[in-house]
């Protein structure tokens, strides 16, 4: 099993919106970052994943699994936005609760980690910080032996120092072979920290899904006028787009394009750049 | 199962302490009133409202998206309740008697035909309503539940009505009450399983976000 999760033409239509076809993997040992403005997709590939939602058509393999049962929800752990627990619970009472859902408990794991991010044990969530409850969520996927991590949006609403303090767990997360996290985001630049591969979804599809390194050495950003632009080989262009006073164009191959057109300004281009020039740009 | 059974009494803890109270202060004080045993009819259908507590907490904090994620099935999330609902229930009446049996230590006179009687009314009433609100719960927004619920209770004393002059067709109701009532109490039981299969069948399927 080289692959932690495994999406295939995964498909699902709703009235003004339809995932189509999306196609990613998950490899062992690996954080994927999932990408794409609000509305994109996003979270119903996770949905569709994590079986909340009836799937119309494609394959979806989780852990060697199609099919995710009790013993492969227990290898999962999985953080949304918010902290998705009974407000009235305490940490101390969401132990018991967890104690009695998963086998796999670990109850040292969870006070430890609990301790660790200073969360009071015996205060109701409801009294919680919005970072309180996601660092208490975080716990909870912690502390079952979970091998494959699912955060939708875990990161969103947070501080620096706290996205920061739950980017190192993840990283570390990883340092154990078997473990892999799919986490989307809208923080590209938390993903460019700690992503090995990115999957980029738009209007339902996958646009791209491709290992960061090559994304921020690879791709670039020419920025010229309308005489460069049009001297521009068509098959070199990947999007562009029209600003006021010059084309941004994005291509795959920096420096293969900087042989090509040595007076061109070729600039390597962030994330955030590369999807706001196929969100916005042209072909 | 049950871990989200204890996160059901964690939740509905102080309901649950509240309706027992008031029902042994109702009882006593009743009991200068009315027939005491009558109380057993109110005592089951009143404790079961924790539930549709734990569905509202449930749909607001979205636990029941993250329950899904966690290793239990759809049929045992919707079992659970089913079960919660069934336990409330009786706890309703064991706390109903309490006030009977002390009465009763006391001289005041009653009879166990009268605590059969009212409990199988009690019972069927909360089970009838139970079969038609917990699947509800499942089906509709919380808002919309919530008034399913309501209306749950007057429909279930409708059928119970309907019930009893159905059975009276083939049984005669004023010579036969006792077991008229448990008849009635038989068919409300059957509804409440099969209640529980609906709703875990339409769930299966039910996205949840």
Not at chain 1, 247 to 259: A, C, F, P, T
């Amino acid at each position: 099993m080289d692959n932690a999760l495994t999406i295939s033409g995964l498909t699902k239509t709703y009235k003004d919106f339809v995932l189509d076809n999306v196609s990613f993997a998950v490899p062992n040992g690996a954080i994927v970052g999932l990408i794409g403005e609000n509305g994109a997709g996003k979270s119903t590939t996770i949905n569709a994943v994590l079986g909340l939602i009836q799937k119309e058509a494609g394959y979806v393999s989780i852990l060697g699994n199609e099919e995710i049962n009790g013993d492969t929800k227990e290898q999962i752990g999985v953080v949304f936005d918010g902290s998705n627990y009974p407000e009235i619970l305490s940490p101390k009472k969401i132990n018991r609760v967890m104690k009695n859902i998963y086998c796999s408990w670990n109850e040292q794991t969870y006070f430890r980690l609990l301790k660790q991010f200073s969360l009071p044990v015996d205060k109701q969530i409801k009294q919680f910080s919005k970072g309180m409850k996601m660092k208490l969520a975080i716990s909870v996927a912690f502390s079952h032996h979970s091998k494959l991590l699912i955060l939708d949006e875990a990161t969103s609403g947070l501080d620096p120092v706290i996205r920061d303090d739950i980017l190192d767990m993840l990283l570390d997360f990883v340092q154990n072979e078997e473990h892999s996290i799919l986490v989307s985001s809208h923080i590209t630049s938390d993903l460019e920290k700690i992503a090995d591969y990115i999957v980029f979804i738009h209007e339902g599809k996958v646009v791209f899904f491709k290992p960061k390194d090559e994304l921020m050495e690879q791709y670039g950003m020419i920025k010229c006028g309308a005489a460069q632009f049009d001297a521009l080989d068509q098959s070199d262009i990947v999007v562009y787009r029209k600003m006021d006073y010059e084309w941004q164009v994005l291509v795959s191959n920096r420096g293969k394009m900087q042989k090509k057109y040595p007076k061109a300004m070729i600039v390597p281009a962030t994330i955030d750049e590369i999807i706001l020039l196929y969100v916005k740009g042209g072909k | 199962m049950k871990g989200i059974l204890i996160k059901d009494l964690y939740i509905a803890k102080s309901n649950i302490l509240v309706t027992i109270v008031s029902l042994i202060v109702l009882g006593f004080g009743l009991s200068f009133l009315l027939e005491i045993s009558a109380l057993l009819v109110l005592a089951p259908v009143a404790s079961t409202t924790a539930v549709f507590i734990s569905i509202t907490n449930d749909a607001a904090s979205k636990w029941s998206k993250n329950v899904i994620t966690m290793p239990v099935s759809r049929s045992q999330i919707i079992g659970e309740k089913f079960i919660f609902y069934i336990l409330l229930a009786v706890l309703g009446i064991i706390v109903a008697l309490v006030p009977c049996i002390v009465l009763a230590f006391f001289g005041i006179d009653i009879t166990f035909y009268s605590l059969c009687l009212y409990g199988s009314i009690g019972m069927s009433a909360t089970l009838l309503a139970g079969g038609i609100s917990l699947p509800c719960a499942y089906l509709f927004d919380p808002e919309k539940s919530q008034i399913v619920f309501m209306v749950s209770f007057m429909a279930s004393t409708g059928i119970i009505a309907g019930l009893v002059l159905l059975v009276n067709v083939f049984i005669p109701v004023k010579d036969n009450i006792l077991l008229v009532f448990h008849i009635v109490l038989a068919i409300s039981i059957m509804w409440f399983i099969v209640s529980y299969r609906i709703a875990t069948r339409v769930y299966q399927r039910r996205d949840v976000t």
